[in-house]
């Protein structure tokens, strides 16, 4: 799981450079899919990621609007304060941690349940998409875009012998 989080967080990095060479009106621009821009759905993935793990924490969720948030510089800001209470959560998983409960309310107000396992893959897995949707409007304004490969990141070394 650990080795996961530590790609996103790798793959999220290169696109905080990525947006370096894009006009802030290419990356506020509203998109066609995801949940509006390029920079808002950095945002987004920074968000999700946090309030869900202060959820499996007992924590109360980040409430705050993309408005206070539409520079580069600020999303970056907002990732730096939240990453090192999810790497904190992540570095301390333990095998136990999967099947707990994790007790929650679905938007039409129906009582659900999740393990924290599943809340864990499911953020992973959002983030993943969202990735895929920048690629997609990275190739739209005539940019590469950021490699997804897993694979040469340095996440997983083989054994030595």
């Known amino acids: ?8 967080w790798q793959v999220r990095e290169d696109w905080f450079r990525w ?7 290419q990356l506020l621009r ?17 968000d999700v990621e946090w309030s869900w793990i ?5 924590k109360p969720d980040f409430q705050e609007s993309f408005d206070e948030y539409r520079s580069l510089e600020r999303v970056r800001q907002l990732q730096a304060a939240f990453r090192p209470e999810v790497e904190s959560f992540v570095g301390s998983w333990q095998h136990s941690m999967e099947n707990q409960p994790f007790h929650d309310i679905r938007r039409d107000g129906t009582p659900v349940v999740y393990s924290w396992g599943e809340v864990l893959r499911h953020v992973i897995a ?13 190739r739209e ?12 990141r340095g996440l997983v070394s083989p054994p030595r012998g």
């Not at 509203?30 to 920074?46: D, K």
């Not at 202060?54 to 007992?58: A, F, P």
């Open 126 to 138: 959002h983030e993943i998409h969202h990735v895929g949707q920048l690629s997609v409007w990275a």
């Open 141 to 152: 304004i005539g940019k590469q875009p950021v490699s997804a490969n897993l694979i040469g």
């Open 30 to 46: 509203v998109r066609t899919g995801g949940v509006g821009g390029i920079l808002h759905t950095l945002f987004h993935i920074v």
């Open 54 to 58: 202060r959820s499996l924490q007992g």
């Open 19 to 25: 947006c370096e060479d894009v006009p802030e009106e």
């Open 1 to 8: 799981m650990q080795t996961l989080f530590q790609y996103n």
